[in-house]
């Protein structure tokens, strides 16, 4: 490799990879760990992939991040802290990571989560007496956190099998 002022002297132009499409693996393992104990391997590396950030991941590894915030903030907190910290943009790229790895139940709690977040507005000004207009409620989540903790070991089993079949965008096995 050149260095890039040679490159741009000569009339070389070189496509590098995007940073963002090569897989960073999160975990380090030997081959004989990873057969012996596969579920503890995919355990650490939806461990090391929460405590990451969007933008720190690759393009491959981002559906397994989607799910795994997902399934934990849902579980912990329900769907209104889940859109308390990530947002309905990333709830709705969630809602597409979920049907692309086969969550569909999962994916319609999700989706009427998210109907039920955009559809309340907030209060938009103050109110003329005699107003017949309801007064502002909170939108109420609690049937379908409930709903989503029923579905939670299948969306946990679908997250592994991802994890397991992309085995290379997570993990980097040494002899």
Known sequence: ????????????????????????????????????????VVSAVLLRLVER????????????????????AAQN????????????GRAAEARTALDEIGAKAARDVLDEAIQRHVSTPGETGAREIGSSRRPWSPVRYEDL??????EAPRVERALRREIQAHAPDFIVVEE
């Open 77 to 88: 907190g329900g769907h209104e802290e889940y859109f308390g910290t990530f947002g309905v």
């Open 145 to 150: 956190d409930d709903s989503f903790r029923a």
């Open 53 to 72: 950030g969007y933008a720190e991941l690759a393009v491959s590894q981002r559906r397994a991040w989607l799910v795994a915030t997902y399934h934990l």
């Open 1 to 40: 490799m050149l260095p890039w002022w040679v490159e741009r002297v000569l009339g070389i132009e070189v496509r590098r990879p995007d940073a963002e499409t090569l897989p960073r693996p999160l975990v380090k393992t030997r081959r004989q760990s990873l057969t012996a104990h596969p579920d503890g």
